[in-house]
C-alpha cells in the first residue's frame, strides 16, 4: 500500500509548468520524479501493484513517457513489453487507430503480431487527461483481440473526465488533480 508520506513524496516531485505548451495548459513535468530513483521506483511499483496477481501478460505503454513507466512496471509483472507508438514510427506490419484532438486529429500504431489474442493486458501511461490517447489504444488492443484488464498511470487530471471514457476497465492513478 501506498502511504500518505510516499504519495506526498511523489506529489512533490511533479513539477507545474504554466502555458506549456501553449497557453492555459498546466503542463506536468515528471522529470523531477524520474531524477529521484528512490520515488521513480515507488511510483512504478505502485503504479503495478493492483496488478500484481492479475496473470498479466502484456504491458502496453503509450509513447513517449509510458515508455519510460511501461517497462519497469513489466520487469515487476514479469511479462513483456510492447509499445503503441505515433504514426510511421514501426518498422512492420501495423493496426492503426485514429482519434480526436482538441485541435485536428492524431493517430497511433501497435505491430499487427505483437499481442495474441486473449492475452491478458496492462496499459500504462504517465498522465490521464481527457482519456482520448487511452481511448485510441484500447480500441487498438481490441483489434488485436487482446484482453484488456486495466489501465494505470502516475497523474489523473480528474476535472478531465478521461476514466469516463474507460468506464469498463479498471483505471488506477496515484496522484490526482
Ligand atoms: P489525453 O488523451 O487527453 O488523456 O492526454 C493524455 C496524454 O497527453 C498523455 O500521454 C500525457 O502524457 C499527455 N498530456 C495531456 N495533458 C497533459 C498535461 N497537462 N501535462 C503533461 N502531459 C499531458
Known amino acids: ?22 497557453e492555459g495548459i498546466n503542463f506536468k513535468d515528471i522529470t523531477p520524479v524520474l531524477s529521484d530513483i528512490e520515488i ?23 509513447e513517449s513517457r509510458g515508455f519510460i513507466f511501461g517497462v519497469p512496471i513489466a520487469d515487476c509483472l514479469n511479462c513483456g513489453f510492447v509499445p503503441v507508438r505515433k504514426p510511421g514510427k514501426l518498422p512492420c506490419d501495423t493496426e492503426s487507430v485514429s ?3 482538441e485541435y485536428g486529429k492524431d493517430s497511433l500504431e501497435i505491430h499487427k503480431d505483437a499481442i495474441e489474442e486473449g492475452q491478458n493486458i496492462l496499459i500504462v501511461d504517465d498522465l490521464l487527461a481527457t482519456g482520448g490517447t487511452a481511448e485510441a489504444t484500447c480500441k487498438l488492443i481490441s483489434k488485436s483481440k487482446g484482453n484488456i484488464v486495466g489501465f494505470t498511470v502516475m497523474i489523473e487530471l480528474e476535472f478531465l473526465l478521461g476514466r469516463e471514457k474507460l468506464n469498463q476497465y479498471n483505471v488506477h492513478s496515484l496522484v490526482k488533480y
Not at 500500500?1 to 505548451?21: E, H, Q, Y
Not at 521513480?40 to 503509450?62: D, E, L
Request: aromatic share 8%; charged share 25%.
Open 99 to 101: 482519434y480526436e484532438l
Open 40 to 62: 521513480f521506483r515507488k511510483a512504478v511499483k505502485q503504479m503495478a501493484a493492483p496488478f500484481m496477481n492479475s496473470n498479466i501478460h502484456i504491458v502496453v505503454g503509450i
Open 1 to 22: 500500500m501506498l502511504s500518505k508520506k510516499d504519495l506526498t513524496d511523489i506529489a512533490n516531485k511533479i513539477r507545474n509548468v504554466p502555458n506549456f505548451p501553449k
